[in-house]
């Protein structure tokens, strides 16, 4: 299929790049049933999308056991000079990263077609979106650009002759010889693969991996490291965020966006449904916030994805009945179990699976053991769902809204065992941003630093801020300066705390609402708050736990501000922090110098 773009930037890119190469054809994508449809059927005839006799119009892939998740190491943000790439990227010079990846692109795509992906991420239209144009020689990222972003011809025409457009190269970087059968999953060895991204032209060139965040490249390589440094300078935040909409029993709105890092249950929050009666769940996105100033002084937040690419081991009614019921058709799996009467399974489903076959294409069954005793999984501990964010039956009536939804609440978190209490509120901005620059995790099989116990991820973006994260801080503080009294106001949440015994000291999933409510009755200036060395936290009896199983005791240590504990942790802080050398902002020097005062250091 040809085009009627008249834009002549994306014509002559598309040129320039087919000549590199080299497919054996180009073709235009327009975004529609037909054309995804018959994707789908050249990957069926091709043994690589099985068809699930269980799940309508919904196809299991399994990927090269090589390719299996986002590849940080070879992640690269190839800034002129080093030192904008900051402390937490890997950093090639653009020139020689460029003069690396031509000679591998030459020639890539031999006896394959081109698809030329235009798509919007936000709504088309959007004084938020952003239109991006991703080149791919894998059917598999046409399908899932189709849930995941908005794509085709409605993108072309608000693109027009002359608009800007983000370029995303990307290759599995597996040329055919004549003659030579496909694999079912073509990808290049480890040490081809190259995520690149140029944000001072942004631009990203991905080469040798088909799978998520890797291939799909309007999410983590636009939406945020692209996006990340191109906030910044236009002043606007583009963040790893959920979006949420909580209504109180008198229909009172408030939006929440959330930043946790991985296997931290960041999806099911997003798809909440609150065990307190009258209040009011919606979901408007489950990873990312595009964040403007609206007209009004205020920050209005947009999802810019159109679909959810969630993980799968974990999901289950218990934990995520929304994101089940969003999957239950038109949704796409890659690396899950395939059962015997033709649906998908995976660990900690909650259904049985006497046997299958697993992710590799081995036969399975829950007692499979490995060479060394080990049981083996069925799923791998990354198998994704793409689904239709259209398909969440919370999703909120406006999430496609294109001016946004005001944001009342920002939320950072993650999973710490000890010291962190359940809810914490900054004191005021600059204490949040300090929260959300020192926000830490346990180490988890999804986000594995075997040299530390805690990992401190930033605002949960340590693998996806595209600039030096001492001056994405600063951007952060001087968002503040802008909002000014319009901010929204900043809490720390840790759902994961546990009692000496080593039991979960909160029930977590639908009971989080009670403590989005008492955020929400914090904005709104109805419940008071005890102020501790970390922040305010909730008055016994402000946080409603009424019906819940948790004691007064527990309650208490679920809140308890361990000082000795704080007192321990501050070196570690202290050296993260210097990380960012010159460019720590002076302002979190004082965040820090004030913990200090408060803790008796
Ligand atoms: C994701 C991630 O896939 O954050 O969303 O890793
Ligand atoms: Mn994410």
């Known amino acids: 299929m040809t085009t009627t773009t008249k834009n002549t930037k994306l014509l002559a890119w598309v040129e320039e790049m087919a000549n590199l190469c080299n497919p054996d054809k180009v073709q235009w994508c327009d975004g529609s049933k037909a054309e995804y449809d018959a994707m789908i059927k050249i990957?069926?005839?091709?043994?690589?999308?099985?068809?699930?006799?269980?799940?309508?119009?919904?196809?299991?892939?399994?990927?090269?056991?090589?390719?299996?998740?986002?590849?940080?190491?070879?992640?690269?943000?190839?800034?002129?000079?080093?030192?904008?790439?900051?402390?937490?990227?890997?950093?090639?010079?653009?020139?020689?990263?460029?003069?690396?990846?031509?000679?591998?692109?030459?020639?890539?795509?031999?006896?394959?077609?081109?698809y030329v992906i235009p798509f919007s991420m936000g709504p088309v239209g959007s004084p938020i979106s952003k239109i991006g144009v991703e080149l791919s020689d894998s059917p598999y990222v046409v399908v899932n650009m189709h849930i995941m972003t908005r794509v085709g011809d409605k993108v072309l025409k608000a693109l027009g002759?002359?608009?800007?457009?983000?370029?995303?190269?990307?290759?599995?970087?597996?040329?055919?010889?004549?003659?030579?059968?496909?694999?079912?999953?073509p990808c290049a060895p480890i040490e081809k693969k190259y995520i690149a991204h140029f944000p001072e032209e942004n631009l990203i060139w991905s080469f040798g991996s088909g799978y998520g965040g890797n291939a799909l490249l309007g999410k983590k390589c636009l939406a945020l490291r692209i996006a990340s440094p191109m906030a910044r300078r236009e002043g606007w935040m583009a963040e790893h965020m959920l979006i949420l909409r909580l209504t109180n029993p008198q229909g009172k709105r408030f939006h929440i966006a959330a930043a946790f890092p991985s296997a931290c249950g960041k999806t099911n929050l997003a798809m909440l449904q609150p065990s307190i009666a009258g209040w009011k769940c919606e979901c408007i996105g489950d990873d990312i916030a595009w964040m403007k100033t609206g007209a009004d002084g205020r920050l209005y937040a947009i999802n810019p994805e159109a679909g959810f690419f969630g993980v799968c081991?974990?999901?289950?009614?218990?934990?995520?009945?929304?994101?089940?019921?969003?999957?239950?058709?038109?949704?796409?799996?890659?690396?899950?179990?395939?059962?015997d009467d033709g649906d998908i399974w995976w660990e900690d489903m909650d259904v049985e699976c006497k046997h299958g076959i697993d992710w590799k294409g081995n036969e399975w069954s829950p007692d499979r053991k490995d060479a060394e005793g080990k049981p083996v999984k069925g799923a791998h501990p990354n198998a994704r769902f793409t689904a239709p964010a259209r398909q969440c039956p919370v999703i909120c009536p406006d999430w496609e809204d294109p001016a946004g939804v005001p944001i009342d609440i920002f939320v950072f978190g993650g999973r710490r065992s000890k010291l962190v209490p359940l809810v914490s509120e900054a004191y005021n901005w600059d204490h949040g941003v300090y929260m959300g620059a020192t926000a830490a995790s346990e180490a988890t099989a999804a986000a594995l630093d075997a040299k530390k116990a805690i990992r401190r991820d930033p605002m949960a973006m340590l693998p996806f801020c595209g600039y030096h994260i001492g001056d994405y801080w600063q951007h952060w503080l001087n968002m503040g300066d802008k909002l000014g009294a319009k901010a929204p106001k900043i809490f720390y949440t840790n759902w994961f705390r546990k009692s000496g015994d080593g039991k979960w000291l909160w029930p977590g999933f639908g009971e989080n609402c009670r403590v989005l409510k008492?955020?929400?009755?914090?904005?709104?200036?109805?419940?008071?708050?005890?102020?501790?060395?970390?922040?305010?936290?909730?008055?016994?009896?402000?946080?409603?736990?009424?019906?819940?199983?948790?004691?007064?005791?527990?309650?208490?240590?679920?809140?308890?501000?361990?000082?000795e504990g704080w007192k321990s942790e501050v070196p570690e802080i202290e050296e993260y922090l210097s990380t960012a050398g010159a460019r720590l902002p002076l302002r979190m020097k004082t965040q820090l110098a004030e913990l200090k005062k408060r803790i008796g250091l």
């Open 161 to 185: 002759e002359n608009g800007a457009f983000v370029p995303c190269m990307h290759s599995v970087g597996a040329p055919l010889e004549p003659g030579q059968k496909d694999s079912r999953w």
């Open 43 to 114: 990957m069926v005839d091709a043994g690589a999308a099985i068809p699930l006799g269980k799940r309508p119009n919904s196809y299991l892939f399994r990927s090269d056991p090589s390719d299996v998740a986002r590849v940080e190491d070879r992640t690269y943000i190839a800034t002129r000079n080093q030192e904008d790439a900051g402390p937490t990227n890997n950093w090639i010079d653009p020139v020689k990263l460029k003069t690396i990846m031509r000679d591998l692109y030459k020639g890539c795509m031999r006896g394959r077609t081109l």
């Open 313 to 339: 081991p974990g999901t289950s009614y218990k934990s995520n009945p929304m994101a089940m019921e969003s999957i239950k058709a038109n949704a796409i799996f890659t690396n899950c179990v395939l059962t």
């Open 518 to 563: 008492w955020m929400c009755e914090r904005v709104e200036g109805k419940v008071g708050a005890v102020e501790t060395p970390v922040g305010y936290v909730p008055k016994p009896g402000d946080l409603d736990v009424s019906g819940l199983k948790v004691s007064e005791a527990e309650m208490a240590e679920l809140l308890h501000i361990d000082v």
